[in-house]
């Protein structure tokens, strides 16, 4: 652009149009990445059943599938999705857990940072057939990062009472048994309270939705 000595430079109509256009667009992209802002009903009507207020969960001792133990400590200073079932599960589990992998894998894209803070723990209801070397191999073939855990028949029993989870065992002609079990997805927030569900049979793309609007209001409200 050129001036002429002691004259303020010339501003075209265009390149304020430009201009215009530009910040519009970038006000554009901070928007998507910033999560949408939803009611607690908005949020429980697309699946996430937030709690009005998070529970704190009583002391508990599981062991997990590296035969350490897991207690309340490890969900703490993280968010956390715990789901009740077993390795010999027929439909549900396998089908859930491949759901939170999509969920999971929609959010690393998303934003990878919350992704490291989310934490997946499968709880076997089935002690007796799920030892820690069966919930190894059972939990790494969704992802090596997720956790299996389990424990004594009345540690897991209060602790699924405490989030609403229901089991009870089916036994088979065969000598064999099922388990009947809830498919409720749990949602422990950073300081180890349950903060809600996610309910039976999630859809990934709303579980990344609901997921972002209720984390993005707590970390608000703390």
Not at 2 to 19: A, D, H
Not at 86 to 105: K, N, S, V
Not at 109 to 127: C, F, G
Request: glycine fraction near 6%; charged fraction near 20%.
């Amino acid at each position: 652009m050129q001036t002429e000595t002691g004259t303020k430079p010339v501003i075209r109509p265009l390149s304020i149009i430009g201009i215009i256009l530009l910040a519009a667009l970038g006000g554009a992209s901070l928007a998507l990445l910033k999560p949408q802002t939803m009611t607690i009903t908005q949020i429980r009507d697309k699946g996430l059943y937030v709690l009005e207020s998070p529970r704190n969960i009583d002391n508990f001792e599981l062991t997990d599938q590296s035969g350490s133990l897991f207690t309340n400590a490890q969900l703490e200073g993280t968010w956390s999705l715990l789901f009740f079932g077993y390795t010999f599960c027929p439909d549900i589990c396998p089908i859930t857990l491949a759901t939170i992998r999509q969920f999971d894998q929609l959010l690393q894209e998303r934003d990878a940072a919350s992704a490291e803070n989310l934490q997946v723990v499968m709880v076997s209801v089935d002690p007796q057939r799920d030892t820690p070397e069966k919930l190894a191999q059972y939990v790494a073939f969704f992802s090596d990062d997720y956790i299996g855990a389990t424990g004594e028949f009345a540690a897991l029993f209060n602790l699924a009472r405490q989030l609403n989870v229901s089991f009870s065992f089916q036994a088979r002609e065969s000598g064999d048994y099922l388990v009947s079990h809830s498919g409720e997805v749990i949602l422990v927030n950073p300081e180890g309270q349950y903060h809600g569900f996610f309910r039976a049979s999630p859809d990934p793309a709303l579980m990344l939705e609901t997921w972002l609007a209720a984390t993005d209001a707590w970390q608000d409200d703390n």
